[in-house]
C-alpha cells in the first residue's frame, strides 16, 4: 500500500475509535445520586448478630471504684477470692479498686471459635472512673442462656475525671470504657448457607414504595425472580443454577441499587434544641409571626429608719421595678406550597433560633399545614 493509503486508513481508524468512545454510555457516580445498595437498607431473614451480656469485676482502680455501700461489688469480689481458695469475709471488704460492669458485646452470624471480639464495660455501681482498670474473666451469654464468648483484658475509657476541694473536671464519660478485641468466641454460631430455593429480604425500615422498588430493581437486573410481601419483605427465587452457589447469588442480590422512599418526617429533640427536617416535608400557605416577651422584675431591699424617739421602728422595705419588652420582628408569609429550603430561607429571614424554629414547627403543624409526621424524642 502506498504511503499516503497507510496515513489516511490510520487517521480514518482512529476517527471510528473516537466515534466509538463518544457513543459509549459512561455512568457517572452523579447519575446514581440518591440510590442506595440494597445491603445497606435490607438484610437477610434468619441471617443476624446476637447480642452477648455478662456481668463482671474491674480492678487496678486508683480509688475510683465502687464505695463499700456497694453491697454487690463486695460479695462478687468475696465470691471470686474463695473460688481462688482465699477466704475472705463481704462485710469486711472495702474494695475501692474494684467496680462491677456490665460487659456487652455482638456475636456476628458467622462468628466461629478463637475470632476476637471488641466488649464495652459500663459501670454498675458507684464508681467514678474506670480509666486503667482491667476487666476480669467475664463470661458473656446470649438469650438462651449459653456462654458464647469470654472477655478480660485492659479498660480504656478515652476519658479523664479529677475532683478537688470546690472544683472538678471531667471529659468524655468515664464510666464507661471498651476492651478492644477483649473477648474470645466459644461456641460457633450456627448459620450454614445451605442450598435453598428462596430467600427472604427484610427492609430496614417498613415502606410499601421501597419495597416495590425493590422488586422492580431486581426483576430488571437479575430476572423475574422477586415479588413484594408486604412492606417490609420481599421474596426472591433462587434459581436452580444459584442454589449450590447461594453466597454468590446473595452478592448479586446485594449489589442492585434502588431508590429507597421514606415518610416526611421533622425530629424535634426539646433538651438539646436539635430539629432535623427531612427533604420532602412541605408547607401549605401560612403566615407566621414569632417574637420574644421579656419581663424582667427586679426587686432592691432599703432600710427604714425612724426618726429618734419618734417611736417607731427600723423596717426592711422592699422596692420593686417591673420592666416588660417585647421583640418586635416581622409577619413571614409562607404561599402556596414550598419546600423545606424555601422555608428555612423565610424564617432564617426574620432571625429565629433553634429553640424559636421548635415553637414554630408545633405551630404550624397545629394549624394544619405541616405535610408532614412531626416526631418529637
Known amino acids: 500500500m502506498p504511503i499516503h493509503g497507510r496515513r489516511a486508513r490510520y487517521i480514518f481508524d482512529c476517527f471510528l475509535v473516537l466515534i466509538t468512545l463518544i457513543a459509549i454510555p459512561t455512568l457517572s457516580p452523579a447519575s446514581e445520586t440518591g440510590l442506595a445498595r440494597l445491603k445497606d437498607i435490607s438484610s ?16 487496678g482502680l486508683n480509688g475510683t471504684g465502687d464505695s463499700s455501700s456497694t453491697k454487690f461489688t463486695t460479695q ?24 462491677a460492669v456490665i460487659a456487652t458485646s455482638k456475636l456476628g452470624p458467622f462468628a466461629r471459635s478463637g475470632a476476637r471480639l471488641d466488649v464495652t464495660v459500663s459501670s454498675l455501681g458507684d464508681a467514678s472512673a474506670l480509666a486503667g482498670g482491667t476487666l476480669l474473666m467475664t463470661p458473656l451469654k446470649g438469650p438462651d442462656g449459653k456462654i458464647y464468648a469470654v472477655a478480660q483484658g485492659p479498660v480504656s475509657t478515652g476519658s479523664f475525671s479529677a475532683a478537688g476541694a470546690g472544683a472538678s473536671a471531667q471529659k468524655n464519660h468515664p464510666t464507661v470504657g471498651k476492651v478492644p478485641a477483649g473477648a474470645s468466641v466459644e461456641r460457633d454460631m450456627i448459620a450454614e448457607m445451605a442450598p435453598r430455593d428462596k430467600l427472604t429480604l427484610r427492609l430496614r425500615d417498613d415502606d410499601f414504595t421501597t419495597a416495590t422498588r425493590v422488586a422492580e430493581a431486581i426483576n430488571k437486573k437479575i430476572g423475574k425472580l422477586a415479588k413484594t410481601v408486604n412492606a417490609g419483605a420481599i421474596d426472591v ?23 429507597p422512599d421514606s415518610i416526611a418526617r421533622v425530629v424535634i ?3 438539646t434544641g436539635t430539629v432535623v427536617i427531612g427533604r420532602d416535608v412541605q ?3 401560612v403566615a407566621i409571626a414569632h417574637g420574644n416577651l421579656s419581663v424582667v422584675i427586679k426587686t432592691d431591699f432599703d432600710v427604714s429608719q425612724p426618726y429618734p424617739d419618734s417611736g417607731g421602728q427600723t423596717a426592711i422595705t422592699p422596692d420593686t421595678t417591673l420592666d416588660v419588652s417585647e ?18 430561607t423565610g424564617l432564617n429571614a426574620i432571625g429565629v433560633t433553634p429553640r424559636d424554629l421548635i415553637a414554630i414547627l408545633q405551630g404550624i403543624k397545629a394549624a394544619g399545614a405541616l405535610r408532614a409526621e412531626l416526631m418529637i424524642i
Not at 434468619?46 to 451480656?53: C, D, E, V
Not at 413571614?332 to 429550603?341: F, G, R
Open 269 to 271: 429533640d426539646e433538651r
Open 237 to 259: 427465587s433462587v434459581p436452580p443454577e444459584w442454589r449450590d452457589r447461594i453466597v454468590e447469588f446473595i452478592s448479586q442480590i446485594e449489589s442492585v441499587r434502588v431508590a
Open 76 to 99: 462478687s469480689l468475696a465470691s471470686m477470692l474463695d473460688r481462688l481458695g482465699i477466704r475472705s469475709d463481704a462485710e469486711k471488704i472495702k474494695a475501692g479498686n474494684v467496680a
Open 283 to 285: 408547607v401549605d400557605t
Open 44 to 59: 437477610i431473614q434468619g441471617i443476624r448478630s446476637q447480642q452477648l451480656l455478662g456481668y463482671g469485676l474491674v480492678i
Open 327 to 344: 421583640e418586635k420582628r416581622r409577619l413571614l408569609l409562607v404561599e402556596e406550597t414550598v419546600t423545606i429550603k424555601d422555608l428555612v
